[in-house]
């Protein structure tokens, strides 16, 4: 009679601890990957979202500045926490220029290691914090910058949300990852570290000084824009 000859117990409890070895080190880099992905196309929707509902504003008030439109709609100031509070969001008259969610809370924390300006518990930004398409968070980088002039540039910090969205009692408990945007008087939306045929997020956002863990993060919006909403870092 022919004999088959099986696989040991041991043989097999070895292989399967093998199996989970590789796994174990192979899988934090592919969920990584995969996370990143959505980062990109995520923050470009924001960017997009935002841009449209300035535009929509200075188109309506026959403006090309973002002053000069609030000060036809009778605003005290032409500050940019007026102009998201009371204007992009929830404008009494026309309605408002962009769906999203005001949430109650200030206190914001990211997730991953590459943050703005190398914070790690959240920025602390200024003024209301609203959620765009229930995904990205938003809040002024001061509550006190003005488009004063017609070169006015203010900064918002984008709160990516990606996997690790989390809202409970209509409160952003965590987030991916932290940007800034820049949002001129002219109602351009440009991701920091990306200026209109210039890339310079340079060393912040460097290829080695992200490993060395040296880079400060302020460029990356600019970098992930500049490469094609892709998140390489």
């Not at 934090?28 to 992905?37: C, G, K």
């Not at 609030?70 to 998201?84: F, N, Q, W, Y």
Request: charged residues 20%.
């Amino acid at each position: 009679m022919k004999k088959y000859k099986g696989f040991t117990l041991a043989e097999i409890l070895i292989t399967i601890a093998i199996i989970g070895v590789v796994a174990a080190l192979t899988a934090p880099a592919l969920i990584q990957s995969a996370n990143n992905a959505k980062i990109g196309p995520e923050l470009a929707n924001a960017i997009s979202t935002l841009e449209n509902g300035v535009q929509q504003f200075l188109s309506d008030n026959n403006s090309d500045y973002i002053s000069v439109a609030m000060k036809k709609t009778g605003a005290s100031d032409t500050k940019l926490e007026t102009l998201i509070s009371s204007y992009l969001f929830q404008h009494s008259i026309k309605g408002a220029y962009i769906k999203g969610l005001k949430l109650t809370t200030t206190s914001l924390t990211p997730t991953t290691s590459y943050k703005w300006n190398g914070e790690e518990g959240g920025l602390s930004g200024d003024g209301s914090t609203w959620i765009l398409n229930n995904k990205t968070a938003i809040k002024v980088e001061a509550d006190d910058c003005n488009f004063s002039a017609t070169d006015s540039i203010c900064g918002i910090i984008f709160y990516t949300s990606g996997y690790q969205k989390k809202v409970v009692n209509n409160k952003l408990v965590t987030g991916k990852d932290v940007f800034k945007i820049n949002l001129s008087n002219q109602g351009e939306v440009l991701p920091e570290g990306q200026t209109p045929g210039h890339d310079w997020w340079g060393t912040t956002c460097g290829d080695a000084e992200l490993k060395a863990g040296t880079a400060t993060g302020v460029g990356c919006a600019g970098r992930i824009a500049t490469k094609g909403w892709k998140v390489d870092y």
